[in-house]
């Protein structure tokens, strides 16, 4: 007896099939460094056929004409959309017909893709794309804004907007004297750095450097999992705190990662028991304030499930965080965090940055799975 | 079809998830000593912040691993446990990067000796 398949059956096994090949296959899920060789430069010369403003990559796509004549269609990743838009770029910037020279870092392999380093409309020889001299930042100096009792406030005062920008480094390392160099992403530009960035265990050495050496490939971050610890403060689309003081509890807002929030109890009640905790990736996090400046979190209660930090430092679930946030102006706030996993490093350590505020603007939306669909190698 | 679709973008998310130390979690495989004649296995391990502790087969009939090393240079690992027979197995981790790695290599029991292959749930 032949064997029949409902054609219901069959469209919804199709469309499974091709959603999970989608995934797996989606270059989306790798980070710059796997995807770009910055070592590499090419010029590209062509005509737009479309423009992809989409989240977290926009993209332009050219067609050019190799040696032999034969017309091959490249997507050029332009940046960030959101990041063009607050330099003040715009999707209409091009159109589809417009001519374009662009120079850029082709991907690794034979796709058809780049990214670029300058984009230059042919007929009027003006460079798109390319970010505006810094607005000088008129709140530089003014003090924190404060509650009426005189508790520094984290997010802006009433009538105004604001929010936290991204952290002064890339990466979270111990404090020490030498900067230690990396990419956007904390990928080491000397892996003979390593031992300078935290005091590893050995398995913890070489798992850091296995992610190094991958190039941050299995970063869960390009899978849209959530960046818990230090780094929700590391991702590119800023932050912004909402306290809750009638609630005892303050809310941190994330723009970038997954658009989540993490929630710190302010209302007193004791941390809890590691074992008692639910494992989560924010963990469990109370704090409290000292002298009205400084707030001072205690966090456990942490998975295993995400990268800490950019470029890829491990963690247990033994994971314990003491971060103090501290506003000694209106537009700095200061992060230092001490880490504490006794199953991962020798010992504690501690490290922190700075982070700018944003004036008169807000959090804008960005969701990591709209990017899902618009990368595809050509 | 919507919870189908949804439960199948789950699994693949989580398909992708760290873990902390290499060996923490349970895997599951088989050993044998020809591709016909396997004997299905379950390793529960856990990294104490000095020492992988753990059991072969949980249940009434488990039994505790004595030992476990692993050479960080090459992935290496070696596992003992001493159950009704002496058990010693010498492999090497691969796809550390993902969730659902794996540790291939050389199974000994008694004075039996063969190949087994594990798989991290």
Redesign the interface.
Same mark, same amino acid.
């Given at each position: 007896m032949p064997l029949v398949l409902h054609p219901r059956f069959v469209a /919804?096994a199709s469309?499974?099939v091709f &959603? &999970?090949l989608l995934?797996?296959a989606s270059p989306a /899920?790798n980070g710059h460094s796997a995807t770009y060789d910055d070592t590499r430069a090419i010029t590209l010369s062509g005509p737009v056929t479309e423009i992809l403003w989409t989240n977290p990559h926009a993209f332009v796509f050219v067609n050019q004409k190799d040696p032999s004549g034969e017309v091959i269609n490249w997507a050029v990743e332009i940046g960030n959309p959101l990041d063009l838009e607050h330099d003040g770029w715009k999707s209409d910037a091009v159109h589809i017909g417009d001519q374009l020279r662009i120079d850029a870092a082709p991907a690794r392999g034979q796709h058809h893709q780049a990214f670029a380093r300058s984009v230059v409309l042919t007929r009027t020889n003006a460079k798109l794309f390319t970010e505006p001299p810094h607005k000088p930042q008129s709140m530089l100096r003014q003090p924190a804004p404060r509650w009426p009792d005189g508790q520094v406030r984290l997010g802006p005062p009433p009538g105004q907007k604001g929010y936290w920008g991204a952290a002064s480094v890339a990466a979270l390392f111990e404090q020490t004297s030498t900067p230690i160099p990396t990419n956007d992403e904390g990928l080491l530009k000397n892996l003979a750095d390593i031992d300078r960035v935290a005091p590893l265990q050995?398995?913890a050495?070489?798992?850091y450097e296995?992610?190094q050496r991958?190039l941050l490939?299995?970063d869960?971050l390009l899978?849209?999992?959530p960046p818990g610890g230090p780094r929700q403060f590391q991702t590119p689309h800023g932050f912004q705190f909402i306290e809750q003081r009638e609630l005892g509890r303050i809310l941190v807002m994330l723009g970038g990662g997954d658009r989540n929030w993490r929630v710190i109890y302010t209302d007193g009640r004791p941390q809890g028991q590691a074992d008692e905790v639910v494992r989560s990736f924010y963990g469990n996090s109370v704090g409290h304030w000292e002298n009205k400046d400084t707030l001072v979190v205690d966090t456990i209660g942490f998975n295993?499930? &995400?990268?800490f930090s950019n470029g890829g430092l @491990?963690?247990?679930?033994?994971l314990h965080l003491i971060e103090r946030f501290t506003r000694p102006t209106f537009n700095t706030l200061n992060y230092e965090v001490t880490v504490d996993d @006794?199953?991962?490093y020798t010992r504690q350590w501690k490290s922190g940055w700075t982070v700018q505020w944003v004036p008169d603007n807000e959090i804008q939306e960005y969701f990591c799975e709209e990017n899902a669909e618009s990368i595809m190698l050509r | 079809?919507k919870i189908?679709?949804l439960s199948?973008?789950t699994l693949?998310?989580s398909l992708?998830?760290?873990?902390?130390?290499?060996l923490?979690g349970t895997w599951t495989g088989d050993w044998g000593t020809s591709p016909t004649k396997r004997t299905p296995i379950t390793f529960v391990m856990n990294?104490?912040?000095k020492n992988v502790t753990g059991q072969i087969n949980p249940g009434p009939d488990s039994i505790p691993l004595s030992s476990v090393y692993?050479d960080?240079?090459n992935?290496s690992v070696r596992i003992e446990a001493k159950g009704k027979e002496p058990i010693s197995a010498e492999g090497r981790l691969a796809d550390?990067?993902?969730y659902h790695r794996t540790i291939k290599g050389t199974w000994h029991q008694g004075n039996a000796t063969g190949d087994f292959r594990l798989t991290r749930d």
């Open positions: /919804q469309a499974c &959603f &999970f995934i797996c /899920q050995p398995w050495k070489a798992v296995y992610r991958n490939k299995d869960p899978r849209c999992l295993e499930k &995400f990268w @491990p963690h247990t679930e033994a @006794p199953n991962t | 079809m189908r679709l199948l973008f693949v998310l992708s998830a760290q873990q902390g130390y290499p923490t990294w104490d912040g692993v960080f240079s992935w550390i990067g993902a």
